[in-house]
Structures are given as structure tokens and as C-alpha cells.
């Protein structure tokens, strides 16, 4: 159980170009979800926290502009990365909360890889 | 403010050899630890989770030890095999904020 798909998991686009990301929970409902950022050989970074029904909280120095988080439903929360250049290449993972309660761990998408030419 | 460190950021253990993974954390207060692997270019696979009111966790030949007092999180793997080649990531904190580690790059030389 506790299944997180997200996809595409690689695109490959030209500049400018705006791309969207899903990240669905298969077997749960997630009121909360999470998109995390990841350069090459370095940890994850936090980009967002998306709440369903709301508006996403942007960690410090993440563009709201740039990267459009929409969490429509308690099953899907889509990333947007807006007019993208080859500095957003990187590698997006997301995660989904199960449950609402503090020992709850946040389950993974496999991630997708962005390329930007 | 939490901190978590992997030192060190890679390892070399020959096949066979027990491994041994550090994770340190500076803020006591957390809920939980958790250990992934991640694979070249992939995504993260959770081995264990470790609540702030246990000390271990085991999972087949992993296991997972937390002592709050030091800061301190190990991943212990006996007999290690090639498949186990890897980064390794911990992530400390509560369900709502994880603060991660840079990793450990493991390599097993058969």
C-alpha cells in the first residue's frame, strides 16, 4: 500500500517551454503533499508544500510564478514549471502524507527527470 | 535549527564485509529517522523508519539504530552484495518537514 505515482518520470523540451508534473496517490488520500527539488550528486531540496484545497507554502527563494503547484484533489497535486529555461533542469521528486497524525512518514514518486535545451 | 550530516559522502566496502553508515543530527527533538536508498537516477526507495520513542529498526538484513542523546542514526547491513551499491540518504524531523543529509555513495567491489 501507500503508493505514489508521478509522472512523466523524463521530458526533454526546448526553452521557454512550460511543463507539468503530476504526482497522484494511488491507494490513499493526501491532504498534504510535497515537491522536492534534487541537482546531481547533492541532497533534496524542499521546494513546497501543497495542501489540498489551498495554496501551496513555497520555501524561502522558490519563484510562486515559476513553479505552479495546484493540489485540486486529496489524490493529485500537479507541479507547473512555467517558461522553463535549462537552470531548471533537475531532477523533481514528489511525496505524499498519509494520514494526518505526526508519526505518519511521507511516502516517494519515483521522481522526473526535466531536461531543458 | 536541525542539521543532518552523512559522513562520510562516499564508501568502498569490499563484498562480503559488514557495512556501517553514519547520520547525525544536531536538534534532539525529533519525531522520527528515516533511511532511503536511491538509485543512479532514480527515485527513493524508504528501508526504515524509525519513531523518536524507539531505538531500532530492523528490516531483512538492514537495521537501523537511533540514540536521541548523541545525534546519532547508524544503518547497519551484514554481508553486504553488489546489489547494495547505492546512495544512501537519512532524513530527520516530523512528518510535515524532513531535513535530509547529503548521502552516502556506497560502492560493494565484488
Known amino acids: 500500500g501507500a503508493v505514489v505515482s508521478q509522472h512523466p518520470s523524463w521530458v526533454i523540451c526546448k526553452s521557454g517551454t512550460s511543463v507539468k508534473i503530476e504526482c497522484r496517490s494511488l491507494?490513499?488520500?493526501?491532504?498534504?503533499m510535497f515537491w522536492y527539488r534534487q541537482f546531481p550528486k547533492q541532497s533534496l531540496m524542499l521546494m513546497a508544500t501543497?495542501?489540498?484545497?489551498?495554496?501551496?507554502?513555497?520555501e524561502q527563494g522558490v519563484e510562486k510564478d515559476k513553479f505552479l503547484i495546484n493540489h485540486a484533489s486529496l489524490t493529485l497535486s500537479t507541479l507547473t514549471v512555467t517558461s522553463a529555461h535549462p537552470e531548471d533542469s533537475s531532477f523533481y521528486i514528489c511525496?505524499?502524507?498519509?494520514?494526518?497524525?505526526?508519526?505518519?512518514?511521507?511516502?516517494f514518486g519515483d521522481g522526473t527527470r526535466l531536461s531543458i535545451l | 535549527k536541525q542539521e543532518v550530516t552523512q559522513i562520510p559522502a562516499a564508501l568502498s566496502v569490499p563484498e562480503g564485509e559488514n557495512l556501517v553508515l553514519n547520520c547525525s543530527f544536531t536538534?534532539?527533538?525529533?519525531?522520527?529517522l528515516q533511511w532511503f536508498r536511491q538509485d543512479p537516477g532514480k527515485g527513493l526507495t524508504s528501508l526504515l523508519l524509525?519513531?523518536?520513542s524507539q531505538r531500532e529498526q530492523t528490516s531483512g538484513r538492514l537495521n537501523a539504530s537511533l540514540d536521541k542523546s548523541s545525534g546519532r542514526s547508524t544503518l547497519y547491513s551484514a554481508a553486504s552484495q553488489p546489489g547494495d551499491s547505492a546512495t544512501y540518504l537519512c532524513?530527520?524531523?516530523?512528518?510535515?518537514?524532513?531535513?535530509w543529509g547529503a548521502g552516502t555513495k556506497l560502492i560493494i567491489k565484488p
Open positions: 511525496s505524499a502524507l498519509q494520514g494526518r497524525t505526526s508519526n505518519q512518514p511521507q511516502h
Open positions: 491507494d490513499f488520500q493526501a491532504t498534504t
Open positions: 501543497s495542501n489540498e484545497g489551498s495554496k501551496a507554502t513555497y
Open positions: 536538534d534532539s527533538a525529533i519525531y522520527n
Open positions: 524509525i519513531q523518536s
Open positions: 532524513a530527520g524531523g516530523s512528518n510535515y518537514q524532513l531535513i
